[in-house]
């Protein structure tokens, strides 16, 4: 596989590798030799319920209240620092 894949393996990793290949292909064989006729595909083992709750509006905070307890607000938004640019 490593020849075909044009893999330059030294002889110490291509012992190791092909070992671990023999196992995940006796995995592989363990698995296909299950007997899976009964059941069912599905893409996830545990049934997946919806956890988020109804999208119901309800009314907002009061902005100028929110704003109080900034640190800085300005013109109604908050005011931070800025990011790109010279600093302030």
């Not at 002889?11 to 296909?32: C, K, P, S």
């Not at 905070?61 to 929110?66: A, G, N, Q, Y």
């Not at 990011?83 to 302030?88: F, K, R, S």
């Amino acid at each position: 596989m490593a020849r075909l894949a044009r893999l330059d393996l030294t002889e110490d990793e291509l012992e190791r590798f092909t070992g671990q290949l023999g196992a995940v292909l006796e995995h592989a064989a363990d698995i296909a030799a299950l007997d899976i006729a009964d059941v069912p595909p599905t893409a996830h083992p545990l049934p997946l319920v919806n956890v988020l709750r109804d999208d119901a509006p309800v009314a907002s905070l009061d902005r100028e209240e929110v704003l109080a307890q900034a640190p800085a607000a300005e013109d109604g938004r908050f005011k931070v620092p800025r990011i790109l640019g010279e600093a302030p």
